[in-house]
């Protein structure tokens, strides 16, 4: 997607996997890393490692999210997370 591509009003999408939105928003509604990683049965490293490609992935389209309430807002802006469900 190119700069030319977006309309107005819209957002650039990070194209997340599956299973990135799913470490995502695991983490946004638990209290921790840890216990996101507990959750979904995964070590620490790796959801590190998810949420530091999430990251990328947001920044490479103009939208950083450098912060856990940043990457809050893009999940809600992008609906992958209902403010119902924190």
């Known amino acids: 997607m190119t700069v030319l591509d977006i309309h107005i009003g819209e957002t650039p ?3 997340l996997s599956a299973r990135e939105i ?3 928003t695991t983490w946004l509604v638990s ?3 840890s216990e ?3 959750a979904l049965y995964l070590s620490m490293g790796t959801v ?3 949420l530091s490609r999430i990251r990328a992935k947001y920044s490479a389209v103009g939208r950083t999210a450098p912060t856990k309430a ?3 807002a893009r999940a809600l802006q992008d609906g992958l997370i209902d403010i119902d469900d924190l």
Request: no cysteine; net charge neutral; aromatic share 0%.
């Open 13 to 15: 999408d990070p194209r």
């Open 70 to 72: 940043a990457l809050l």
């Open 22 to 24: 799913e470490v995502l």
């Open 48 to 50: 590190n490692t998810h």
């Open 31 to 33: 209290d921790s890393k």
């Open 36 to 38: 996101a990683s507990r």
